[in-house]
């Protein structure tokens, strides 16, 4: 039923309006006298036994009571992004899988099984991108059964925030006993700005080859893991940068993979006690000018939420958020 609040306000959604875009305003505790209002926008993704579920383009879920919703109506998709170059959520998300690819993989319909000794998330999650085959709570059973025989935990990794991204799947994992453990950023940029910065690129050395020094500055490097080194040297044109150190252990390093018009970087670290002088930005630019000379145009990355400092650094060459994503975990009983 259509809900109607007074005066001007009306609630113009329902749950048919379930998949859209909606901007609501609701009361943050309806029962108290002189409850306050606030806003919501995002995509509608539930609304059952009296409760409106909103996620938001960050992953974040609201869960409304529906008699404390004063005004509502679907909107239109988050307008364009007026910097940088254009992308789909579905081609960014498969330039960013043949960047960081598992040891194994199985199909599962239009979703990919992902493996590799447990080495990073990414590479040991199911990738959703597309129709199962299967029913969700089958499919999910499935990816469940699939981890399990490897010893590995159950992981699903899902997209926020963009046209085409997975609210919907993300609310369904919630709902069936998956639990959302880490959301990053994916950020893109246009990559001439970046290969034009006044850095000194001459200190950087760039390889096609992942060396011991390089592994030695790179912090997921712990336990002997045999899936660490075909991970990083997957993908279509990867090269490692790395700035001599005092010691054994560079100074600085990044990965680059470029892929048709994109460039994707990972693995910028610097040595806590060298960094704010730019080393950081200066292998960037060093990989950003090798992926220019092979073609690419634009630029990707991904950041965690909680990383201010790279977050920041990010903003400052240009970098926007595309979309955010998310490891959904099986949370076992």
Known sequence: MELTGGGLLEVRITSADVGKRVSVRYVTDSAAPGGRFTDAVGVLTSWNSGVVVITRKSGETVRIAETSLVAGKVVPPAPARRRGPSATFPELARATARAWQPVESEPLGEWTLRAAAGFTRRANSALPLGDPG?????????????????????????????????????????????????????????????????????????????????????????????????????????????????????????????????????????????????????????????????????????????????RALYDRMGFAVHHHYHHYRWAEA
């Open 134 to 310: 299967l029913p969700v709570p089958d499919a999910l059973a499935r990816v469940r059964e699939w981890y399990a025989a490897r010893e590995l935990p159950a992981y699903i990794q899902t997209a926020t925030g963009a046209e085409g991204t997975q609210e919907l799947l993300s609310a369904a994992l919630d709902r069936h006993g998956w639990r959302r453990e880490v959301s990053a950023e994916v950020r893109i940029a246009a990559l001439a700005p970046i290969g034009d910065l006044d850095s000194d690129i001459s200190a950087v050395r760039l390889s096609r080859t992942l060396d011991d020094a390089w592994l030695r500055r790179y912090q997921r490097f712990g336990e002997p893991n045999p899936a660490v080194r075909p991970v990083l040297g997957s993908g279509p044109s990867v090269w490692f940068a790395s700035v001599a150190g005092t010691g054994e252990v560079p100074a600085a390093i990044g990965r680059c993979v470029v892929d048709g018009r994109w460039a994707g970087f990972m693995a910028v670290e610097v040595d806590p006690a060298l960094r704010r002088q730019g080393l950081a930005t200066t292998v960037m630019t060093a990989l950003a000018r090798q992926a220019l000379d092979e073609g690419a145009s634009a630029a990707w990355l991904q950041v965690e939420a909680d990383n201010d400092g790279a």
